[in-house]
Each structure stands twice: as C-alpha cells, then as structure tokens.
C-alpha cells in the first residue's frame, strides 16, 4: 500500500477502499511506467522510428535538436549514442566513432562518482562503436576499437563488477571475426581458442555470455568457406535461448544460404531479419538496411 493510499483512506468509505485495493494489487514499477512519456522521450522515439523506416536524414535532425536541447551531461550523452548508432544504419563507421568517442568522454567525467559503472560504459562505447566498423568493413577501425574497449573496461577498479575474464573473451570474439573478414583462417582459429578458454576458466562469467560462441565459430566459418559449417552453428546459435530473437543470425544464415544457392531459404531468413530488426542497437542497425536491399525493398517515403 502507498502513503497516498494510506492518507487518503477513511473508514466506512467503500469507494475508497476499492481504490487502496486497486493501488496495492499494482506494483510500484507498473503505476510509474503508466506515467505518459516526457517531450525528450517522445522525440528520441521519433527519431528512432524514422531510423528504422530508413529516413536517417530526418532522425539525425531530431538527434541533433535532442543534443541542442539536452539540460544535463547524461541527457547529452545519451542522444550522442543515439546519432553514434543511427549511422551504423549507413555504415559509416567515422562518423558513428566520433560520437562514440564524445559519450566516452562524458564517462570519464563519472569517474570519480560511479567508477564500477564509468569505465564499463567507457568499454562499452568503445565495443559499441567497434561493432559498427566491422559490419561496415572497416576492419582497421574495427580492431583499434575494440582493443580501446579492452584497455578502458580494464581500467574498472576493485571491486570490479565486469571481470577481466569477460573483457578477455569479447576481444578473442571480435579478433576473431576480424581475422575471418581478412581471411586469415589460421589467426582465426587462434582467437576462437581464447575466446573459447576465457569461458572455460570462469563459469560464472561464461553463463550468459555462453550463447554468443556458436554464433562466432559459425561467423568465422561462413568469411572463411565452411559453409556446412557456418549452416549448423548459426542454426544452433538460434536455438538458443536469447538468440531466437537476433536479427544479425538470420542475416548470417541468410547469407550462408545463399552462398549455398539456397534462395528461397535466404530470402526467408532475410525477411525475418528484416521483421526482427525494429530497434536501434548495432545488430538491427546491420540487419535492417541490408535484408531491405536483399528484399528489394524501398525504404518508407516522408
């Protein structure tokens, strides 16, 4: 019961009794996300909606006016990761690192006040960015990144929330990937080995992050021509609980069926990519412009 709910009653009143019934039998959390959304939160929702209806032109500008009007550091940073990740719907790995890099400079302002949760999103931005480059193929950019996300996360001090051992295996997974785009098998197999040790020697860390190696050995697989291969890892990848839902796997598997000439497969693996990809994260970011083009579809007209 609440302390409105409380107050409010008085005994013999019916009406009122119903009313601190119907408050208890709602949690706190339901009453509060009844609240209607605030003028930022309707705009960064705008602008999120024409990025996925592929009209970049017209979200970067609600971006910007988000940036303009923001009233605190945090607000700003946010709407800078928001721009950062509408262009990794362009693949353009540039300019989504330079708003990667304003967010992470906005974290190490919280330093000092929030050092567990600072230098993880410090990483998380570098790996953010990262993951942008090397869907748009800029492998350079991509690398460097991703061993900035290392070195900042590393820096998390006693008592780190984020172990070494999660750092250790998402630079193996992404060395890896970057060595299969070179075609570089050899080194690719290396790294696999490291990401796949790293979850060996820590259990705790290796539970949910478990179900992203399928997807690896299958992506290494698919860049260096084991097609059956890459076919059976992305299908066990989606088997997994927390994958069924991932836009960039079916993209993957889409792919690989069409290197097998399995084209109504790919096409359907595409489509569903395509319905998946409704959010503004990296993997839809991919997904949702690269199954349009395979569909042949147009992006939605202003």
Not at 75 to 83: E, F, G, H, L, P
Not at 161 to 166: G, N
Not at 204 to 210: F, K, L, T
Request: glycine letters at 8%.
């Amino acid at each position: 019961m609440t302390a409105t709910s409380r107050s409010s009653w008085r005994p013999g009143t019916a009406a009122a009794a119903i009313l601190v019934l119907a408050l208890a039998a709602v949690p706190l959390g339901a009453q509060q996300q009844q609240r209607p959304p605030n003028p930022r939160q309707v705009l960064m929702r705008e602008a999120v909606g024409l990025d996925v209806e592929g009209r970049h032109a017209e979200s970067r500008a609600l971006f910007q006016r988000l940036i303009n009007s923001a009233t605190t550091a945090r607000d700003t940073a946010a709407a800078r990761r928001a721009m950062a990740r509408s262009f990794g719907f362009d693949r353009n790995c540039g300019e989504a690192m330079r708003y990667e890099l304003m967010v992470i400079d906005y974290w190490k302002t919280r330093e000092t006040e929030e050092p567990q949760n600072a230098f993880y999103q410090q990483g998380e931005m570098a790996n953010e960015g990262a993951r942008i480059c090397i869907d748009a193929g800029a492998l350079d950019s991509a690398e460097k990144y991703y061993r900035l996300g290392s070195e900042l996360g590393l820096r998390e001090p006693e008592p780190k929330t984020h172990p070494k051992s999660l750092w250790d295996f998402r630079l193996a997974h992404a060395s890896a990937r970057i060595a299969a785009r070179r075609g570089d098998a050899d080194e690719a197999l290396r790294q696999m080995t490291l990401a796949r040790h790293a979850l060996a020697t820590d259990t705790a860390m290796a539970g949910p992050q478990e179900r992203f190696f399928p997807y690896l050995v299958g992506y290494v697989a698919l860049y260096v021509g084991d097609l059956a291969t890459a076919e059976a890892r992305f299908k066990e990848s989606l088997g997994m609980r927390g994958n069924d839902g991932d836009p960039f796997v079916h993209v993957l598997l889409g792919m690989t069926y069409e290197r097998q000439g399995r084209a109504a497969q790919a096409r359907e693996m595409y489509a569903r990519a395509y319905e998946l990809s409704d959010g503004h994260n990296p993997p839809a970011s991919y997904s949702r412009p690269f199954a349009r083009e395979k569909l042949g579809m147009t992006p939605r007209a202003p």
